[in-house]
């Protein structure tokens, strides 16, 4: 039978649709076709994300297999603990010198004089030693604990919807992100005055060239109900507000358009809406559930997955919720630290239904008990948004607290041990400044200082003493930078301030005086010994480094002939530099290879990332042949690859002739790209001849003059130090630039903070968004063909009554 209009089909009816329910009954129209050539903007939208998404990846990867490959090379050739590292002296020395006697276990001596056999050491007097503070307790009250939690994880609570998250401004043909911290003191939230402050705050650190930051281009202010991003640029630059984590703008009261492009900021500005919504209520238990903490013990770092807010709710798994969580994060830190390592413990607190979250390091016992083990380190290096800072649900925990000083934070909260027990009402009645005297230089020091911030005023000071702190033991350490007799250590402060930090002088420390080193010296020809004084143990003697180590040869002061003087012996061992230098020139050249392969390799175009349904078309075996070609040439004239790629390049052309007569060149081959070549023989005969010059081309410290501009770039590991700390540091706030894009498992707090997760994160949301809006255009497409078929199978209804009542008459 024919139908009205022509719209029915010999189509099949019975297929099941593959978007949500059955198309085409009535109309023979093949509805998740239909739909899905609609819906293709959208469509090719979420996979033009997705490649997006895959190729940030691969860079990310490709980035860190450079920076991989530089920090084993720093670990290896550069770091003082490695004994193969190329900036220790000892590997260059070709004059073994050996003390010998009964006494020579009180000289260390090193160098190559030839002076060595004809000279001994008659005795030792006494020995050097600087000016400095003996502490006689930990510096630190040595806890690691939360503040007061709520025992039922189901308490709703105030949380924040600004801090930890992010937005992203597009500047000219450029996309910066800007991030708010939850870690940090220096940034509050509570208020739309707060958040607007915090926000120029952030967009001050971010650089858009030229001289110029963020907060140059862009202001935003309040007026007590709603925030207003106002464009400042005076180049003409559009700036437009293109997305945020977490809904951050949205909270604010910045919604986009239906078409969902970005916000145009305006010189007259861009206003919110006056609901913005800064806190919002959450339980606990959904506030940290599933979400991961990272902890550090004893230089081993760990990711900690909390329970997941359904287990934490669950009345079946403790006594209250918060049981559940430490025998969870117990079990959890006994896997990946060792178990009776770390005890989680929750304490009762003043506050009826809270408890503290307590972590302990313990030393395992047959018996279960817990044995405190005040050796070890623990510390909470980092944690998902939401759980730690003055923001997070585990209050009181901050990124960087330990059980031992938080050397980040202001000194007031560091966990000092001389503040134990005040109260916060004591601490908030502490000077906001006080002078610190330090043998009578004054340093002033602010209450939101850090310990850090301490440490390096008195370092910069004129006081002539060096401080710094030991975790493993908890001890400040006070050194005077003056040697020997000539240091001194006095500590002083307006409002007592030194005490709080250092304690009380003859009850918390005291103070030892300097001391020169007095040894007596015999040489050939001559019965008469020289009495030689150094401000240090260590010292040059006639070409011969001479390191004290103990006392002999004298009675009450007075040089007793009778005692055996110390003599030397030279033997030659040249193969500890030969063996490492050689290592480090395969290293170098790997380092060489990589970085230029991967600068050099241009992407083919015609191979994208995969979408998924490509992959459904493709065997697993052409998916990886696929995808190795679509990953190659990611790094393709970086320009910060290209700079790294420079920098090794040209690492010895300043020193290229006098390297080359010490074994090292650089390959002639221009393909190689400044591959070093290692000539064994021409080194060794170096380090027989010129053993200090050998030394000195390797190690000779950088120098620059009065205006600090660089007038010796130092010896050529010296210069690789350089270099490896320019792009592959792993310490620091501020990492190494390859380090601050990609992440590096070296430096786990970079792992969630690099430049390239936080465009992932973006992408992420951005897909979500596009998701969210394919769903909703699917909707109503079938809704709208679902209407389409009820019209048709009407008319087809009544077509077929008037067919069978005027075929009938």
Not at 6 to 21: C, F, M, P
Not at 365 to 393: C, P
Not at 641 to 650: E, F, K, V, Y
Not at 744 to 754: D, E, M, Q, R
């Amino acid at each position: 039978m024919a139908s009205i209009g022509g719209l029915s089909s010999n189509a099949s009816t019975n297929s099941a649709s593959s978007l949500r329910g059955y198309g085409g009954l009535a109309s023979g129209l093949d509805r998740d076709s239909l739909i899905e050539s609609m819906t293709y903007a959208t469509t090719s939208k979420i996979q033009k994300q997705q490649q997006a998404k895959q190729k940030i990846t691969w860079t990310q990867e490709a980035m860190r297999g450079i920076t991989d490959k530089l920090y084993n090379f720093s670990q290896s050739f550069i770091s003082y603990t490695s004994p193969k590292s190329l900036l220790s002296t000892k590997l260059f020395s070709s004059n073994q010198i050996t003390a010998l006697g009964e006494n020579s276990k009180y000289i260390g001596v090193s160098g190559s004089s030839s002076l060595a056999k004809s000279m001994s050491i008659a005795g030792v007097k006494q020995m050097a030693s600087d000016a400095k503070c003996n502490f006689t307790g930990a510096a630190s009250d040595q806890k690691l604990a939360s503040g007061g939690i709520d025992e039922d994880l189901s308490t709703l609570n105030d949380y924040s919807t600004v801090a930890g998250t992010s937005f992203t401004v597009k500047y000219g043909s450029k996309y910066y992100s800007v991030s708010l911290p939850e870690n940090s003191e220096d940034y509050k939230y509570d208020t739309l005055s707060d958040v607007a402050a915090s926000i120029n705050k952030a967009m001050g650190e971010i650089s858009v060239g030229d001289g110029k930051t963020l907060a140059d281009a862009m202001a935003v202010s309040e007026d007590g109900s709603r925030l207003t991003f106002t464009n400042k640029d005076t180049a003409g630059n559009a700036l437009e507000l293109t997305g945020s984590s977490d809904n951050l703008l949205g909270n604010l009261g910045f919604q986009f358009g239906q078409d969902n492009k970005g916000i145009e900021i305006t010189s007259s500005g861009v206003r919110g809406s006056s609901n913005a919504k800064l806190t919002e209520q959450k339980s606990v238990a959904d506030q940290i559930g599933g979400k991961q903490i990272c902890f550090t013990y004893n230089g081993k770092t760990e990711w900690i997955q909390l329970a997941s807010a359904a287990d934490l709710k669950d009345p079946t798994k403790g006594n209250n919720d918060l049981d559940y969580l430490v025998s969870d994060l117990q079990a959890k830190l006994d896997k990946a630290f060792g178990a009776g390592r770390i005890n989680v413990k929750a304490d009762s607190t003043a506050t009826p239904g809270q408890s503290s979250l307590s972590f302990k390091t313990t030393v395992p016992t047959n018996n279960n008990s817990i044995v405190e083990d005040k050796s070890s380190v623990l510390s909470l290096a980092a944690g998902e948004r939401g759980l730690l800072g003055q923001y997070g649900a585990l209050t009181g925990l901050s990124a960087g607290d330990s059980n031992r000083l938080n050397l980040e934070s202001s000194w007031t909260k560091s966990g000092l041990k001389h503040m134990e027990g005040m109260t916060d009402a004591q601490i908030a009645a502490l000077p906001d400044e006080d002078t610190l005297k330090i043998n009578g230089t004054e340093i002033k020091i602010k209450k939101g200082m850090s310990l850090t911030d301490i440490m390096d005023a008195i370092n910069a000071s004129d006081a002539g003493v060096k401080a710094s702190y030991l975790a493993e033991g908890d001890r400040f350490v006070l050194t005077s930078t003056e040697n020997g007799a000539s240091g001194k250590i006095e500590i002083d402060s307006d409002q007592g301030i030194d005490q709080l930090l250092f304690g009380v002088k003859g009850t918390d420390y005291e103070v030892q005086e300097g001391k020169d080193a007095i040894i007596a010296v015999k040489y050939a020809g001559s019965d008469t010994p020289v009495e030689v004084t150094r401000g240090s143990n260590s010292f040059n003697l006639n070409g011969l480094t001479v390191t004290v180590k103990g006392e002999f040869g004298y009675n009450s002061g007075v040089l007793d002939p009778a005692a055996e003087a110390i003599t030397f012996d030279v033997t030659m061992n040249t193969e500890p530099a030969v063996t490492a230098v050689k290592e480090m020139v395969d290293a170098f050249n790997e380092i060489v290879k990589l970085v230029n392969d991967e600068v050099s390799t241009k992407p083919n175009r015609k191979y994208d990332p995969l979408t998924a349904e490509q992959e459904d078309e493709m065997s697993e075996s052409q998916i990886n042949a696929w995808n190795e070609k679509a990953k190659a040439g990611m790094l393709f004239n970086d320009s910060d690859i290209r700079g790294l790629a420079d920098a090794l390049r040209t690492i010895i052309s300043g020193d290229a002739s006098n390297m080359q007569k010490m074994g090292l060149s650089v390959s002639t081959d221009y393909s190689d790209n400044g591959k070093l070549v290692f000539d064994e023989e021409a080194f060794k005969k170096a380090l027989e001849t010129d053993p200090d010059g050998v030394i000195n081309a390797f190690t000779r410290p950088a120098e620059k003059d009065a205006n600090g501009n660089v007038t010796d770039a130092g010896g050529v590991m010296v210069r690789l130090q350089t270099i490896m700390e320019k792009y592959a540091s792993t310490t620091g706030a501020t990492k190494g630039i390859l380090i601050e894009r990609a992440g590096s498992k070296y430096a786990p707090t970079s792992i969630l903070t690099n430049s390239m997760q936080k465009q992932l994160d973006a992408i992420d949301k951005e897909i979500d968004r596009l998701t969210d809006k394919l769903s909703v255009e699917q909707d109503r497409y079938i809704s709208q063909f679902t209407n389409l078929e009820r019209l048709i199978s009407q008319m087809n209804s009544q077509s077929s009554w008037l067919a069978s009542a005027f075929g009938g008459a």
